[in-house]
């Protein structure tokens, strides 16, 4: 491995705590941009539809195998940050995304496709994804900002998405079949400064961590460690830890994916709300979603036991699903239910990737993670695919209800059972300290 396995660095001033928001703001739009291009899919479809003259089945089909390789590849990128540097594979991912989009415009072709949009851009978001984003973020912020950090880089391409889905709405009017995507890619070459002033920040603190080091030891500098993936593999495979978070994210991904696949027609069909109304209520859950998990990450570092705080917002969320979603509830009870449900879901948000680091440690965070969070997508494809079969089926969509209930209680009762045992060995090793 070729980077120091570092932690936070010490917070000291207000100075210290500008340049963490700094460097949060950098990656929130770093990312925010992959992000908002992966998740307004339906515009590039109509970009490449226009370059190609392809069927939509065909571009569907390539859309598809462009999740398949980002899916797949993501605990491959977690596994490669334990040989090189996260951040230059960071660099690395959004140039391959870059690569993509401008070679899609180049090669307008069947395989000019598959080469510049499912290989390139669908391996270059997965290296420089939210798992190895925030491995090379936290440790160059302070402590009391990583659950800021958390929060904002995993929900950042909801709110990107959010400012951006209506400017796309105006410029593909203007430029139909698309010089939006070509935009996009240009705003990522002006976006490129922010890699310079992260790095400049992750050496500066790299600088104070060795001068520490080398006051308190004697003038001995950090030593950068080399890790076995074998060993790693069987450290990470061999914990009780690491599946109970892979199931809290799984989760947690089900949960909060699943107004996306089914609230608009929900709205619709049990309300009679017109879909232009119901995609306002599905934005106002993103962003009530993106708020809380900020506002919530601010307090992060000051919970001692945050995997008891996780279970039992998993079990006032399991409550409200079972208490509100039956039939003949008021529309409004509904609405506050799930606007509830994105509050929550905001709030747990930075709470599974800080348990996987206070679990794992820095220098291994990266590979563990990626796992998590694949779990987390995981979650999300099939609740957003049962919500779609209810619709197809069942108007009353009874089955992903029935889901994310039985999930939302198990992950509450796991979480607060090893969130209690956190608490009381650590109660019994402060006893006897003293």
Not at 12 to 35: D, E, Q, R, Y
Request: charged content about 10%; hydrophobic content about 55%; aromatic content about 12%.
């Amino acid at each position: 491995m070729s980077e120091t396995a570092a932690g936070y660095p010490a917070e000291s001033g207000m100075k210290k705590s500008v340049h963490s928001i700094l460097v949060i703001v950098a990656g929130v739009l770093l990312l925010g941009l992959l992000t908002a291009i992966y998740l307004n899919a339906g515009y590039m479809a109509d970009w490449i539809r226009g370059l190609t003259g392809l069927e939509y089945g065909t571009i569907t089909v390539l859309q598809t195998a462009m999740l398949v390789v980002n899916l797949v590849t993501i605990p491959f990128c977690g596994a490669l940050t334990l040989k090189f540097s996260g951040f230059k594979l960071f660099v690395l991912g959004y140039c391959l995304c870059l690569a993509g989009i401008f070679g899609m415009l180049l090669i307008p072709t069947f395989a000019g496709l598959i080469i510049c949009y499912v290989i390139l851009f669908g391996f270059g978001s997965a290296i420089s994804g939210y798992a190895i984003v925030l491995s090379v973020l936290l440790p160059v912020i302070s402590e009391k900002h990583a659950g800021i950090a958390a929060a904002a880089l995993i929900s950042c391409g909801n709110c990107i998405s959010l400012i951006l889905f209506p400017i796309l709405q105006v410029i593909d009017r203007a430029a139909p079949g698309g010089l939006v995507f070509l935009l996009l890619g240009g705003l990522g070459f002006v976006f490129l400064p922010l890699f310079f002033y992260i790095f400049s920040r992750k050496k500066r603190v790299e600088a104070e961590a060795a001068a520490s080091a080398a006051a308190a030891v004697s003038a001995e500098k950090p030593k950068t460690e080399s890790y076995s993936l074998r060993l790693i593999a069987k450290e990470i495979f061999t914990s009780r830890r690491f599946y109970l978070l892979c199931f809290l994210s799984f989760t947690f991904g089900a949960i909060a994916t699943s107004p996306s696949g089914n609230l608009i027609h929900m709205l619709e069909v049990w309300y009679g709300v017109d879909a232009v109304d119901a995609s306002l209520c599905l934005s106002l859950f993103s962003l009530i979603y993106v708020v809380s998990g900020i506002i919530l990450g601010i307090f992060m570092s000051k919970i001692k036991s945050k995997m008891f705080y996780a279970g039992v917002l998993f079990g006032i969320t399991a409550c409200i699903h079972i208490l509100c979603f039956v039939e003949n509830v008021p529309l409004a009870v509904a609405a506050a239910s799930v606007f509830t449900i994105g509050f929550l879901m905001g709030a747990i948000s930075p709470s599974i990737s800080l348990l996987t680091r206070e679990w794992i440690g820095a220098a291994k965070f990266a590979a563990a993670y990626s796992i998590v969070y694949l779990m987390l997508r995981l979650g999300g494809i099939l609740s957003t695919f049962i919500g779609g079969m209810d619709y197809a089926f069942d108007p009353t969509f009874l089955s992903i209800y029935t889901f994310t209930e039985v999930i939302a209680v198990a992950a509450a009762v796991f979480a607060l059972i090893a969130g209690i045992s956190e608490i009381q060995k650590r109660r019994r090793g402060e006893s006897s300290a003293v």
